[in-house]
Structures are given as C-alpha cells and as structure tokens.
C-alpha cells in the first residue's frame, strides 16, 4: 500500500478529499504548519494522525525528531500538498524525487510563485481580464509552484465574477479532480505496490 503524507495549512478541503477518496493509497498522516488550522479538526474525524511542525523542522534535513526523520518513521511513498503554503526545502525533495506533488489554484506557470495562494489568486486573474482559470496538479521542484504539470483543468471567468465565485469555481474543480489525478498518479508510480 503507497503511504501518503499529506501537507496542509489552512481549511483542509482538500486534505479531506484526499483522505475520503484516494483507493491507490492512503493518507497515514497529517501534517500542518499552523496550530490553529481548521485541516487538523477534519483529520482527526478522520482518525487520521496530525503532526504540527515549525520551519525549524521543516529545513532541519539531519535529526531524528526533524520532519524528515519522522517521514522516513512513518515509511512515507509520497507526499501531497493540499494548500500548503511554505516552501519545500531541497533535501526533503532530494529525499522524495518525483514523490512530491501539489495543487494549485491556477492555470500554472501564471498566477504562482511566492504568495500567490488563496484569494489573492483569484484576485490577480480577475484584474487582469483573464477569461479562464483553473487548477493545476503538478510535481514538486525546487521552486515555487514550478515542477512538471501532471493535470490542469479549466473553467471560465465571466465578467459578473468575484474572487469568491471564481473560488467557488476552483474549488469545484478540485474536489472533482484531486483525488483521481493523484490516484492514477501512485499507480503510475508506484506499479509494484499492492493496495
Ligand atoms: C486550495 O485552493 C489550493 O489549491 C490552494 O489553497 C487552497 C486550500 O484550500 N493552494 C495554494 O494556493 C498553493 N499555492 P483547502 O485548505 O480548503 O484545501
């Protein structure tokens, strides 16, 4: 069975669509970079484990108690990110090559990069007269919202339009999505593990 981490940072609609949906593997942990956020509720409904990290941990590649070590515990195949918002460090890619994937809000390479997350997404793309938008599923490289596209999905943007309907928009097309883009994912990837 492909064991699944699954990094978030916020509401966790994501996260929890992964962890309800994914058949090719399963989500065996949890981990977030904020206390608070809403995403550890949701896993713990789910019985699935939570893990609060700080940065120290994430850029720490050495040390046992380091979020690497604590991957490498839990034997974890790949790692999803489901509106993460830090960036990857270099050894935790080196570690997971190709094994990192992460959606995006957007129609990838515009509309990403450092703080380009959320709203202010959808906020660019309306004041710049786009008239489509979308999500993108892609490998995770050393840079920001950068590595190999494995999926993108359109929907349109009317003039009549608000951040919060083209979030609506975008969200519909992750739940739809998600789940079956990383799925056939981990049977490409991973061929030689039974579920
Ligand atoms: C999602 O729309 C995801 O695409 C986006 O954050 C949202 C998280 O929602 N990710 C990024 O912007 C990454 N740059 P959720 O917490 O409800 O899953």
């Known amino acids: 069975m492909t064991r699944i981490a699954v990094f978030a940072s916020g509401n966790g609609t994501n996260a929890e669509n992964l962890i309800r949906n994914l058949t090719c593997g399963k989500v065996v942990l949890l981990l977030c970079n904020k206390p608070g956020a809403y995403v550890l509720q949701r896993a713990r409904q789910l019985e699935v484990p939570t893990i609060v990290f700080s940065r120290e941990k994430l850029e720490d590649p050495d040390h046992e108690n380091s979020l690497t070590g604590i991957l490498k515990a839990h ?96 969200h519909d097309l992750e739940q739809l999505h998600f789940p079956k883009v990383a799925d056939r994912y981990i049977s490409q990837t991973f061929k030689d593990q039974a579920v």
């Open 75 to 170: 034997k974890i195949d790949l790692i999803i990110l489901a509106g993460f918002l830090w960036k990857i460090p270099e050894h935790l890619i080196r570690s997971w090559p190709g094994k990192i994937l992460n959606i995006h809000p957007a129609l990838l390479p515009k509309y990403g990069g450092p703080g380009m997350y959320g709203e202010r997404v959808h906020k660019a793309v309306l004041q710049n007269g786009e008239k489509e938008s979308g999500i993108t599923i892609h490998i995770v490289d050393s840079l920001y919202d950068h590595g190999q596209i494995i999926f993108q999905a359109k929907c349109s943007v009317d003039p009549s339009d608000t951040p919060e309907t083209l979030a609506a928009k975008i």
